[in-house]
């Protein structure tokens, strides 16, 4: 079965960085897309970007160059950085895969990152 | 960017009752469109992908349909575990967008 799970620090301060990682589970991330989206309070949905099995990147132009989206095929892990972070992203964050015929269709279980100093 | 307007906000329902989540699309984009269901503290799960084919181990309650830019999510026989926030998703260009939710809550 498909598991994605995130980690990373739940806090982090005004215009520092949020990193985060997905461990995916029983599916190779080098095949298919990885996806980061967030959810805000009040419900708003962002997709953020993805990565491709090759390696390739594709992000959200409202992120511009604040976003990185990596991974690390021995560890069957894919990580997101987001630079000079304020207020406005604190949200809760999800990966999951992305299929060209099943868009997003496993999920992690998310984690809420407040930015506050 | 495409621009999905999704309605109604939220609603109220009875069990056994009918109802109809829109989403309008701000151009044509096919096909290229997902709903996703998100239960209270649960992450979302696809319902619906490429507008009206059922995604695995979905409930036949749920349908999606299409008539031009418009998107609709029927859910028929209301459960109590419908119960939660509806999400619709293009897919057809990126940036991907999302509708801005609708709240259903179960009478």
């Known amino acids: 079965e498909v598991q994605l799970q995130e980690s990373g620090p739940g806090l982090v301060k005004p215009s520092q960085s949020l990193s985060l990682t997905c461990s995916v589970t029983?599916?190779?991330?080098?095949?298919?897309?990885w996806g980061w989206i967030r959810k805000f309070p009040g419900n708003k949905m962002e997709w953020m970007g993805y990565?491709?099995?090759?390696?390739?990147?594709s992000y959200n132009p409202s992120l511009k160059s604040r976003i990185s989206i990596t991974r690390d095929t021995s560890k069957n892990q894919f990580f997101l950085q987001l630079n000079s972070v304020t207020t406005e992203d604190t949200a809760t964050y999800y990966c999951?895969?992305?299929?060209?015929?099943?868009?997003?269709?496993?999920w992690g279980q998310g984690v809420m990152v407040t930015v506050s100093s | 960017d495409i621009q999905m307007t999704q309605s109604p906000a939220s609603l109220s329902a009875s069990p056994e009752e009918i109802v109809t989540i829109t989403c309008q699309a701000s151009?044509?984009?096919?096909?290229?469109l997902a709903w996703y269901q998100q239960k209270p503290g649960k992450s979302p799960q696809l319902l619906i992908y490429?507008?009206?084919s059922l995604a695995d181990g979905i409930p036949s309650r749920f349908s999606g349909s299409r008539s031009g830019t418009q998107y609709s999510l029927k859910i028929s026989r209301l459960q109590v575990e419908d119960t939660g926030i509806y999400y619709c998703?293009?897919?057809?260009?990126?940036?991907?967008?999302f509708g801005s939710g609708t709240k259903l809550e179960i009478k």
């Open positions: 999951a895969r992305f299929l060209h015929r099943y868009p997003f269709d496993y």
């Open positions: 029983g599916y190779s991330i080098t095949s298919n897309y």
């Open positions: 990565i491709s099995y090759s390696g390739s990147t």
């Open positions: 151009q044509d984009i096919g096909n290229w």
């Open positions: 490429s507008a009206t």
């Open positions: 998703l293009q897919r057809y260009s990126n940036p991907l967008t």
